[in-house]
């Protein structure tokens, strides 16, 4: 029996997957750039038995370090991905898995991108197989959820990369630009239309196809911002495309509403700091909460004005991060 820990890092999408072509699969309709954080992780054990027989166990470890069987849901989305990953490998066995988010999971945070991720990486070690980042990339976006496909790498990162479609790439590591990250919760309880649903009611919106039309551009636009390290013109596109996710969303058939009145109230704030020289730019996933994207120098002053805003419940401080990494102590 071996047994292998992960701790993998969530990510912000600056340019985001929204649609696919092909979904059970995760292939997007367009291609994605995303920061891979620090602070939002998930650590995964995964322990696997050469031939046991019997199905395969999944449990979720708590703060007090008690573990704990998690929903039918979950269980059965790890267990299928554990089962993708033991026909890759031609394997028979048996794995134990337990997992545990270092963010509250009542924030409201997606965390298939990190939980995926680390249990991608986690399942492939502990049944002793070599892949390459590619590879793994490819292999955690088989779970269903695009964005794992970008986890598994830090610093800046592009899904699918250029020409390919399966696997990211790493467009820079994460000392070529020390952003930062203050995720503003506004809302604790989970989201009320997976991502799944998003992407499949995408293409419904009037505004898919004039999406599609310009994507190519803002893609480049984003590209060479990053590499550039030019903030308001990275920070200036990054809030257009969330707010378009969300138009896209709004404007589907049957229309999904993230946002909550508290969004808002922190995306007018952050305009407002923007004429006061604060560079300080928002942007949401499918969900209310709001990510604020600040270079470093600028980190201490959004942090501090995001904390006095009634309609932030806490604020979680995070940034660029270096990616997944392997860790001596185990879950289980
Ligand atoms: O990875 P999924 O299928 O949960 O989709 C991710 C959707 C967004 O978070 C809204 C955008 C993104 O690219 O991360």
Redesign the pocket.
Known sequence: MSKVTVTAPA???F????GARDLDR?IPCTP?I?MTLRACCSRTTVAFEPNAPGEDEVRIRKSNGELKEPDAGFRDRARQHLDRLRDWAGRTGRFRMATQNSFPSAAGL?S??SGFSALTLAAVRAMEQDASPAQLSVLARRS?????A?SVMGGYVRWPSNGEEGAAEQLAPADHWDLRDVIAIVETSPKKV???E??RRAPTSPFFETRLDHMDDRLEGVQSALMEREMSTLGRVVEEEAIE?HLIAMSSRPPIFYWAPETLAVLSAIRTWREEGVAAYATM??GANVHVICPASDEPRVAERLDRLSAVHEIIRDGVGTGPTFEPDHLF
């Open positions: 990510n912000i999408a340019i985001k997957y929204w995760a994605s995303s997606a298939s991108a269903g959820s695009g964005s794992a970008r997976p991502s799944r998003g992407h996710l996933d499918a």
